[in-house]
């Protein structure tokens, strides 16, 4: 079982940076798919970026945040991070942090089995 624990969330000016982290327990972290999802209010979960298991450092983006969102993960802390930059406030949306075990696929969120309770992030105009 794995437990994920999100922080880092808050309200910001357009323009502005906030850096998310999601500490997660149990064993073999290095070997899960991670992933940030996010919800806007009245729409549906959406992926943001996820980070592929093992040392090639593999990521992908949804299109929305390619060039200024980073997701960056360090297994030895269990922690993954997402880098926000130049925030607009399409951005505002409660952030998820999920896991599942081995390789990333298409981010489903029907595929990832642990979820973290969330964050929100609001960004003003």
């Known amino acids: 079982q794995v437990q994920l624990i999100e922080s880092g969330g808050g309200s910001v000016q357009a323009g502005g940076s906030l850096r998310l982290s999601c500490v997660a327990s149990g064993d073999n972290y290095g070997d899960y798919c991670l992933a940030w999802f996010r919800q806007a209010q009245g729409k549906k979960r959406e992926h943001v970026a996820q980070?592929?298991?093992?040392?090639?450092?593999?990521?992908d983006y949804a299109d929305s945040v390619k060039g200024r969102f980073t997701i960056s993960r360090d297994d030895a802390k269990s922690t993954v991070y997402l880098q926000m930059n130049s925030l607009e406030p399409e951005d505002t949306a409660m952030y998820y942090c999920?896991?599942?075990?081995?390789?990333?696929?298409?981010?489903?969120?029907?595929?990832?089995?642990?979820w973290g309770q969330g964050t929100q992030v609001t960004v003003s105009s």
């Open positions: 999920a896991a599942h075990s081995g390789y990333c696929n298409d981010p489903v969120p029907r595929d990832f089995a642990y």
């Open positions: 980070s592929f298991p093992g040392r090639r450092g593999i990521t």
